[in-house]
């Protein structure tokens, strides 16, 4: 399971001719009767949702939570909020940008408030300040691997620099059987997916503003030519799978599982599906990107999809119940693996490589109001979409000799068209 794409700007300003509030609030403010939370968790709606819904009717007496499951959730969402009725609680869809929030969703308080109770709402999905959503669970950054193939290989610390990392994946090839790094490079997101390291090679919350900011971001010494060069240097190396052209995500899965493959750079959400492939699910484990500021790894941690209030909704005391209920006690983002929203949670089991070499777990700041999201822009007018994954196909296939082109030819390239971009952005 991972996140959709973020739809485009068409979209968000037809939403916005349909968003209206309900000026009486719909809600007398006591928690009672009926409300309808819409999900995406088709898998499990009818089992431990089951469970969530019991416990919350048994703790607020005299009220009823219906659940609807939807398989696209982005696509149908996006048609239903065209209307009133996109049910009381939702996850907020990646189409509304920020400030879209206010239209379509109830406030849940102000960033300084909040931010002294949970995990992700100083960037995520607040406008302004104000808080409209509330993450069902977070997720860290670096790589998900198979414990008894390193141990097998002689490896069991977490490599603290790229060459280090690239020793490892050497003696994982010249040791065992397993294909030491998988780039999963047919589907092209999971490529995207080393843009998660971006302020795990810093250690910086700020890495991300400040890379909106920078003309050479492939200039020797920056984040992105450390994680981008570990990337090409495996692959020129022999360190990943034969043919790129066949990978199969879905098949991965079982082939890290069973030690066929023994690493791969993706977010701490692949932990548990991972596990659920694995013959022993105690063999995966969780890696930091292999690199370290003053001593410490790094790793940075976001927020999933985030639950919200229907700015429509005729019962907005009982939805408000259940998103903070949710949120607090029903522990579901423990149970998935993730990190819990709360702050004075612990991190999960799934993350205890993480824990366990000391790694400190960073959120990234916030961006100055006009500058929001300009690295994915310049990115994307440039042709550099970073968590598309196009751009690491092209250096997949320059190093394993498909392309005629050198790495620092790439990176050249990459921050030429990058300083462009950036000129005309301003």
Same mark, same amino acid.
């Given at each position: 399971?991972?996140?959709?794409?973020?739809?485009?700007?068409?979209? /968000?300003?037809?939403?916005?001719?349909?968003?209206?509030?309900?000026?009486?609030?719909?809600?007398?403010?006591?928690v009672?009767?009926?409300?309808t939370?819409?999900?995406?968790?088709?898998?499990?709606?009818?089992?431990?949702?089951?469970?969530y819904?019991?416990?919350?009717?048994?703790?607020? *007496?005299?009220?009823?939570?219906?659940?609807?499951?939807i398989?696209?959730?982005?696509?149908?969402?996006?048609?239903?909020?065209?209307?009133?009725?996109?049910?009381d609680?939702?996850?907020?869809?990646?189409?509304?940008?920020?400030?879209?929030?206010?239209?379509?969703?109830?406030?849940?308080?102000?960033?300084?408030?909040?931010?002294?109770?949970?995990?992700?709402?100083r960037?995520e999905q607040?406008?302004?300040?104000?808080?409209?959503?509330?993450?069902?669970?977070?997720?860290?950054q670096?790589? /998900?691997?198979?414990?008894?193939?390193?141990?097998?290989?002689?490896?069991?610390?977490?490599?603290?620099?790229?060459?280090?990392f690239?020793?490892?994946?050497?003696?994982?090839? &010249?040791?065992?059987?397993? !294909?030491?790094?998988?780039?999963?490079?047919?589907?092209?997101? *999971?490529?995207?997916q080393?843009?998660?390291?971006?302020?795990?090679?810093?250690?910086? *919350?700020?890495?991300?503003?400040?890379?909106?900011? &920078?003309?050479?971001?492939?200039?020797p010494?920056?984040?992105h030519?450390?994680?981008?060069?570990?990337?090409?240097?495996?692959?020129?190396?022999g360190?990943?799978?034969?043919?790129?052209?066949?990978?199969?995500?879905?098949?991965?899965?079982?082939?890290?599982?069973?030690?066929? /493959?023994?690493?791969?750079?993706?977010?701490?959400?692949? !932990?548990?599906?991972?596990?659920?492939?694995?013959?022993?699910?105690t &063999?995966i484990?969780?890696?930091?990107?292999?690199?370290? /500021?003053?001593?410490?790894f790094?790793t940075v941690?976001?927020? &999933?999809?985030?639950?919200?209030?229907?700015?429509?909704?005729?019962?907005?005391?009982t939805?408000r119940?259940?998103?903070?209920?949710?949120?607090?006690?029903?522990?579901?983002?423990?149970?998935?693996?993730?990190?819990? *929203?709360?702050i004075?949670?612990?991190?999960?089991?799934?993350?205890?490589?993480?824990?366990?070499?000391?790694?400190?777990?960073?959120?990234?700041?916030?961006?100055?109001?006009?500058?929001?999201?300009?690295?994915?822009?310049?990115?994307?007018?440039a042709?550099?979409?970073?968590?598309?994954?196009?751009?690491?196909?092209?250096?997949?296939?320059?190093?394993?000799?498909?392309r005629?082109?050198?790495?620092?030819?790439i990176?050249?390239?990459l921050?030429?068209k990058?300083?462009e971009?950036?000129?005309?952005?301003?």
């Amino acid at each position: 399971m991972r996140k959709y794409a973020v739809a485009g700007a068409a979209l /968000v300003l037809s939403l916005a001719l349909a968003g209206c509030g309900d000026d009486n609030g719909g809600s007398d403010g006591t928690v009672a009767g009926e409300i309808t939370v819409l999900t995406q968790r088709t898998d499990i709606v009818n089992t431990v949702f089951q469970e969530y819904k019991k416990t919350f009717e048994a703790k607020y *007496p005299g009220t009823t939570v219906k659940f609807e499951a939807i398989t696209d959730y982005e696509g149908e969402i996006r048609i239903r909020m065209n209307t009133r009725e996109y049910g009381d609680v939702l996850l907020i869809p990646n189409s509304v940008t920020a400030d879209m929030l206010p239209t379509f969703f109830e406030p849940l308080g102000s960033v300084d408030d909040l931010e002294k109770k949970y995990r992700f709402v100083r960037s995520e999905q607040s406008f302004e300040g104000t808080v409209y959503g509330i993450a069902i669970t977070g997720n860290a950054q670096g790589f /998900v691997y198979n414990k008894r193939v390193w141990q097998q290989a002689g490896v069991t610390a977490p490599p603290k620099t790229p060459a280090e990392f690239l020793a490892a994946l050497t003696a994982i090839r &010249d040791r065992t059987d397993a !294909i030491p790094l998988y780039t999963n490079y047919k589907d092209k997101w *999971p490529l995207g997916q080393w843009e998660g390291a971006r302020g795990a090679v810093s250690g910086d *919350p700020e890495a991300g503003i400040k890379l909106g900011r &920078d003309d050479a971001p492939w200039a020797p010494g920056k984040e992105h030519f450390v994680l981008d060069s570990l990337l090409f240097d495996a692959v020129a190396q022999g360190l990943t799978e034969p043919d790129p052209t066949t990978t199969n995500w879905e098949q991965s899965k079982g082939l890290l599982g069973s030690g066929k /493959v023994a690493t791969m750079m993706l977010g701490s959400w692949s !932990i548990v599906q991972m596990q659920d492939a694995a013959p022993e699910p105690t &063999d995966i484990g969780y890696l930091p990107f292999p690199h370290q /500021v003053n001593g410490k790894f790094h790793t940075v941690m976001g927020g &999933d999809y985030k639950n919200a209030i229907n700015i429509n909704s005729k019962n907005k005391a009982t939805a408000r119940a259940w998103v903070d209920w949710f949120a607090n006690e029903s522990n579901y983002a423990v149970d998935q693996g993730g990190i819990s *929203p709360v702050i004075s949670q612990a991190m999960p089991a799934t993350l205890a490589d993480l824990t366990a070499a000391d790694t400190e777990f960073i959120e990234l700041a916030p961006a100055p109001k006009g500058e929001e999201g300009l690295a994915d822009k310049v990115g994307n007018e440039a042709e550099i979409a970073l968590y598309d994954g196009a751009y690491r196909q092209r250096l997949v296939d320059a190093a394993r000799g498909a392309r005629n082109e050198t790495r620092d030819q790439i990176f050249a390239d990459l921050n030429r068209k990058w300083a462009e971009t950036r000129a005309k952005l301003r």
